[in-house]
Each structure stands twice: as C-alpha cells, then as structure tokens.
C-alpha cells in the first residue's frame, strides 16, 4: 500500500483534533466539576440524573413540609398551654366563690372575671397563624368560634390538616375544635363556653348557693383533661414527626451522596489525565513536525 505525504499529513490532523477533543473534554469537567455538560456525552449518566435529582428535590420537599408540621404542632401546643391556665384560673375561683361566706357582690366580681377568661378562650379559640384559624380544620380562613362562644357554623373543624413527611405517610397536624372547645347546645354542662355562661349567670344569681356553684367544678376538670389529653397527643405526635426528621435527613445525605457519585467529576482523576493528554498532545506535534517532509518548493525558495 503506497502511504503518500497526503495521507500523512491528513492522518496527523485527525489525530491532532482528537487529543484537542480530549483536553477540551477534561477541562470542560474541571471548570463545572461535572462528568458530562451534555446528555449526548453520557446518556446513561443523564438519565440516572434526572431519576437522583428527583429523588433528591423531593426529599427536600419534604423537609420543607417539616417546618409546617412543627408550626402548627408548636403553635397548637403554646395555645392549649393558655387555655389550660385560663381554665385552671376559672376553676380556682369557682372553688372560692362556692364558699358560702360569699356575698352576691363578692360573686359577681368573681363572675365579672370568669366572663374575661371566657373571652380570653375565645381569643385562644381562634387562633391564628399566618392567615390561618388552626383550631378550625381544613377550613383555615374562617374563625371557628364566634364572639359569644357559639360555634360558627362554618364545619371542617373535624377535618384534620395532614402534611405528607415522607413518600406515602402524611401526618394529622390540626386539632378539632370540637376536642378542645366543645360546645353543646342541648346541654349547657357539656360545652365549654355555654358552661361558663351558665356558670357566670349563677354567680350573679344571689339565690344561688355554694353548693349551686361547686357542681361546676366536675365539668370543668372534665374540659381542663380534655385540654391535658389533647396536648398529650400533640407531643406524641410532635415525638414522631421528630423520628421521621431524623429519618429524612438521612436520606438526604444519601440522595445527595448519589446524585454526586452519578454526575461530579473525580477531580484528581480529572488533573492527571489532562496532563497525560497534554504530554500525549505535544509528542504529537513533535512527531508531526518530523512526519511533515519539506517539499521542492522549500529548497526553490
């Protein structure tokens, strides 16, 4: 086979346009720390990525979601922490006002602040974060309890609010209204406000006696456990959407550790073969310079 200058020199620019190839490659990986900076490159690489990066976005999602859960858990916990004082308050003065050495007066001065505390429940009753009633379910824009202490009517107080915080588990974050600030019109005794109202009104009825007085006390030790047992429930839960933090941290790290293995570059790696190539680069032009004969016109000139 005759091999002619031609050949030579065309052979030796291909080769040379190669190993530029190959040096451009490397120093595009040092410069983004990447693999690949085009799924032609690498499809399989590009393809594990967009799989690990969905993964990864939405465990991150989820730890999002966890500041949520802890916002309603926390506020809800801070709030029933205020009732459960209110209502230990009105039960200290329900005790002092069924002793029969009370005057009428003496009375409704006590029923004067019990009317305060009431209000101060229907204060806590409401409470809002944000834009949101968190003691009314999934119906966050509307106030749960009116300002006499009657239900509002608006419903969704049952439904609970559920934040996914982790693939397929999503946690109960909202109280009911209904748990905690019950209301019974059938029965003044049963719900919380109407309670107090009957309460207050007999405080103020000077024909009433201690003993009138002192049968409130059963009914409000069964509110004030309703609020402890309720707080109970929140820690639990509060306890549990710890564990899982802790859980989606962990597969944070690993997602993260993956998505790196699948797409940055080794940069040592990296270095050392760009400097193979450049030392494989200048041999070549060396021997290209040697391959390259001068021609008649050289010795012409």
């Known amino acids: 086979m005759r091999i002619t200058q031609g050949m030579l020199s065309t052979n030796m620019l291909r080769n040379l346009s190669t190993s530029y190839e190959r040096m451009g490659k490397y120093q595009d990986q040092l410069s983004t720390g990447k693999k690949i900076n085009r799924p032609s490159e690498d499809p399989v690489i590009a393809m594990k990525g ?26 809800s916990d801070a709030a029933l922490d205020k009732a459960t004082q209110a209502m230990q308050r009105i039960r200290e003065l329900v005790v002092q006002a069924s002793n029969d050495t009370y ?3 003496q009375r409704g001065n006590v029923a004067t602040e019990i009317d305060q505390l009431k209000g101060h429940l229907i204060t806590i009753a409401n409470t809002q974060v944000g834009d949101k009633y968190i003691f009314n379910g999934t119906n966050t824009l509307e106030a749960p309890i009116n300002e006499d202490g009657t239900p509002s009517g608006t419903g969704s107080g049952s439904s609970e609010v559920k934040i996914e915080l982790s693939k397929g588990i999503s946690i109960p974050v909202s109280i009911s209204t209904n748990a905690v600030f019950t209301h019974d019109s059938t029965d003044p005794e049963k719900g919380l406000f109407s309670m107090i109202d009957k309460l207050s009104a007999d405080l103020k009825d000077g024909t009433k006696t201690g003993a009138d007085i002192n049968k409130f006390l059963t009914s409000l030790d069964t509110h004030i456990n309703n609020i402890l047992n309720t707080r109970a429930e929140l820690g639990a839960r509060q306890n549990r959407i710890e564990m899982m933090e802790d859980r989606v941290d962990e597969q944070e790290v690993i997602a993260q550790r993956i998505v790196s ?13 760009l400097k193979t190539q450049e030392s494989v680069h200048r041999a070549a ?17």
Do not use: C, H
């Not at 032009?285 to 000139?301: E, K, Y």
């Open 50 to 75: 967009i799989s690990y990066r969905r993964d990864l976005s939405q465990t991150e999602q989820y730890k999002a979601n966890f500041s949520e859960a802890y916002n309603w858990i926390e506020n």
């Open 103 to 105: 005057e009428t007066a």
């Open 261 to 273: 293995d699948n797409e940055d570059a080794d940069i040592e790696r990296v270095i050392t073969d």
């Open 285 to 301: 032009l060396g021997v290209g310079s040697r391959i390259i004969q001068p021609t008649l016109m050289d010795f012409l000139r």
